[in-house]
């Protein structure tokens, strides 16, 4: 699973419209915002740093809520976005999610377990258990 990082405005009118993961590393404005579901029609996921969801409008929010688009607080820690514009989720933790999952283990147990295990935010676990994990 790969996540697009978008880390100006100007790169929004460039994404691939099958994109379905955006990590954007700016504070988005409400045009930039519409602009990426424009440039994106499949989008399923926002990622917005914590700094930076506190300043996300609820006319937004309303709006992804409409377009069924989930808006998910979190960081991508550790990627280098001038070595390659998409940030891959390990399959160790993919493979470790099954694993769980397989055991009988909670929803709830995996998410906590693995965001600590991975630094991914309990919300894309979350998403990566609905998306990718089929048991």
Known sequence: MKIRVVSSREEIATLNPNERLVHLTFRPSNKDIFELVESCPRIEVVQL????????????????????????EGDIWGHRKDINEYYAVPSSVIENIKEMK????????????ISGESKLNPEMIAYILAKEVSV
């Open 102 to 113: 397989i055991e009988g283990k909670t929803n709830e147990e995996i998410e906590k377990q």
């Open 49 to 72: 740093p914590k700094s930076y969801m506190a300043t996300v409008s609820n006319s937004i929010k309303m709006f992804f809520q409409m377009q069924r688009i989930q808006l998910i």
